[in-house]
C-alpha cells in the first residue's frame, strides 16, 4: 500500500536531449598534403520513455521530481567518426497510466502491462560534419551543422487503478474493513465520514478460482460527480472494474436509499458505469440493529428488480459466500477488452515545410514553423558557409519572400526560433 498521500495525478516535463554538434576537419595525412573533409556527424540525443512498473500504485514520485531531460548526444569526431548518442532515460510509472498531452489535450498513451514502454519526448537528430557536405563542386566544405535540439512538452498523467473488482458504497459502510478480511490488504480502518482517503487494492484468492483483484473505492456522497467531497477524485477507478460489489450500511437509517443515491452518482458519472453488473451487499449483521433491519431491506431491493446478501465483516459471517458469488459472477463476464497498444508519439500532425509570419506589437518579425525553426537551431553561425547556406534554404522556401510581402524594412529585427537577425537586402 502507498505510504502518505496517495497521488493519482501527476504534471510532469520531459525533454529529449539535444543532438551533437557536426564538425570541421580534414584528413592530415603522411604523404597526402590536401586531405578531403573528415569532420564527423554528431550523436542522437537521448530520449524520454515512460515504462510501467508493477511495484507503484501511486504517482506520488512525480510530485517530487517533476522535470526529466534526457542526455545530449557527443559531438563528431575527426576521421569520420560519429559522436556517441545520448543515454535514453525512462520514467516508472504504475500501471493504469493514462498519459495526456498538457498543452492539447490528446491522449498519447494507456500504459497497463507490467515493462510497457512510450516514448513522449524524441531526442535531437545529431548535426552533420563536413564530410557530409562534399560534393563535386565543393570538394573542401567548410560547413557543419549544430545539433538538433530535443522534443520537450509537459505531460498530464491519471492513474486509473486496475481491479476486477470496486467496492462501492456510503462512508462507513465497512469496505476497508472486508477488503482486509478478504485480502492481504491491511488499509487504515477509522470510524468516522471519509475513512478511506485513498483507494486501496487488495488480491483475493478463492479456492480453485483465478485471484482477482479488489479495489476499495472511497465513500461517495451525492453530488460527488460535480466535484463535491472526495467522490469525482476516484470515481475514474471504478472505471476499469468488472463487476461492482455494492456494500450497505446495516445501520444507516436508510440502507436502501443510499443504494439509490450512489447509483444515482455513478449514472451522473458515466451511464457505462451505471450498467456495469453489482452484487449488493448488506454489511453489519453482528448489530442487533442491522440484523433487525435486514429483512425489510431485503425485501425493499427485491422490489426494486435487485438481489442482495447479508455479511458481517467484522465476524466473518456470510463473507465466503461473498467470495464465491464474486468468483463465479467473474467467471461469467466476458473478459477485459484487449488494451490497444499505445501509439508511438509522433510531432504534430501537419505540413512541417508550412510557416507563418507575424508582427509583434514591439514590430518584430516573427517566422513559425517546425522546419524553418529546426534550420536556424541547426545552423552553425560561426561558419560563413553555414551562414550563407540558411540564406539559400530560407530563400527557396519562400520565407524571404514572405517576409517582404509582409512589408518588412531594412533593420527591423527577425526573430526565428530563439535567433534574432536584422533585416539587410
Do not use: C
Request: overall charge negative; glycine content about 12%.
Amino acid at each position: 500500500m502507498p505510504k502518505g498521500p496517495f497521488y493519482d495525478e501527476a504534471r510532469i516535463f520531459v525533454q529529449g536531449g539535444k543532438g551533437g554538434d557536426g564538425i570541421v576537419a580534414f584528413r592530415r595525412e603522411k604523404y597526402v598534403p590536401r586531405g578531403g573533409p573528415s569532420g564527423g556527424s554528431g550523436g542522437r540525443g537521448g530520449n524520454v520513455y515512460l515504462r510501467v512498473n508493477p511495484q507503484l500504485n501511486t504517482l506520488a514520485h512525480l510530485h517530487h521530481q517533476t522535470h526529466f531531460r534526457a542526455n545530449d548526444g557527443q559531438r563528431g569526431g575527426s576521421n569520420n567518426k560519429t559522436g556517441a548518442s545520448g543515454e535514453d532515460i525512462y520514467i516508472e510509472v504504475p500501471p493504469g497510466t493514462i498519459v495526456r498531452d498538457a498543452e492539447t489535450g490528446e491522449v498519447l498513451g494507456d500504459l497497463v502491462e507490467p515493462g510497457q514502454t512510450l516514448l513522449v519526448a524524441r531526442g535531437g537528430r545529431g548535426g552533420r560534419g563536413n564530410a557530409a557536405f562534399k560534393s563535386p563542386t565543393n570538394r573542401a566544405p567548410r560547413i557543419a551543422e549544430r545539433g538538433e535540439p530535443g522534443e520537450a512538452r509537459w505531460l498530464i498523467l491519471e492513474l486509473k487503478l486496475l481491479a476486477d473488482v470496486g467496492l462501492i458504497g456510503k462512508p462507513n459502510a465497512g469496505k476497508s474493513t472486508l477488503l482486509s478480511v478478504i485480502s492481504r490488504a491491511r488499509p487504515k480502518i477509522a470510524d468516522y465520514p471519509f475513512t478511506t482517503l485513498t483507494p486501496n487494492l487488495g488480491v483475493v484468492e478463492v479456492d480453485d478460482y483465478p485471484p482477482f483483484v479488489v479495489a476499495d473505492i472511497p465513500g461517495l456522497i451525492e453530488g460527488a460527480h460535480e466535484g463535491r467531497g472526495l467522490g469525482d477524485q476516484f470515481l475514474r477507478h471504478v472505471e476499469r472494474t468488472r463487476l461492482l460489489v455494492h456494500l450497505l450500511d446495516g445501520l444507516s437509517p436508510d440502507p436502501a436509499g443510499d443504494f439509490e443515491a450512489i447509483n444515482a452518482e455513478l449514472a451522473a458519472y458515466s451511464p457505462k458505469l451505471a450498467e456495469r453488473p453489482q452484487i449488493v451487499v448488506f454489511n453489519k449483521m453482528d448489530l442487533p440493529e442491522a440484523r433487525q433491519k435486514w429483512p425489510a431491506v431485503r425485501d425493499e431491493l427485491q422490489r426494486r428488480g435487485y438481489q442482495s446478501m447479508a455479511i458481517s465483516a467484522v465476524t466473518g459471517e456470510g463473507v465466503k459466500e461473498l467470495l464465491y458469488a464474486i468468483a463465479q459472477r467473474l467467471q461469467k463476464l466476458p473478459p477485459p477488452p484487449p488494451v490497444e497498444t499505445p501509439k508511438v508519439y509522433r510531432p504534430l500532425e501537419e505540413d512541417e515545410k508550412t510557416f507563418t509570419v507575424e508582427q509583434e506589437p514591439d514590430g518584430t518579425w516573427v517566422v513559425r514553423g517546425t522546419e524553418v525553426e529546426r534550420l536556424v537551431a541547426m545552423t552553425n553561425f560561426d561558419l560563413e558557409e553555414g551562414v550563407a547556406r540558411l540564406q539559400r534554404q530560407l530563400a527557396a522556401r519562400g520565407v524571404l519572400d514572405a517576409l517582404r510581402a509582409a512589408g518588412v524594412q531594412p533593420g527591423d529585427t527577425v526573430r526565428i526560433g530563439e535567433m534574432e537577425f536584422e533585416w539587410y537586402e
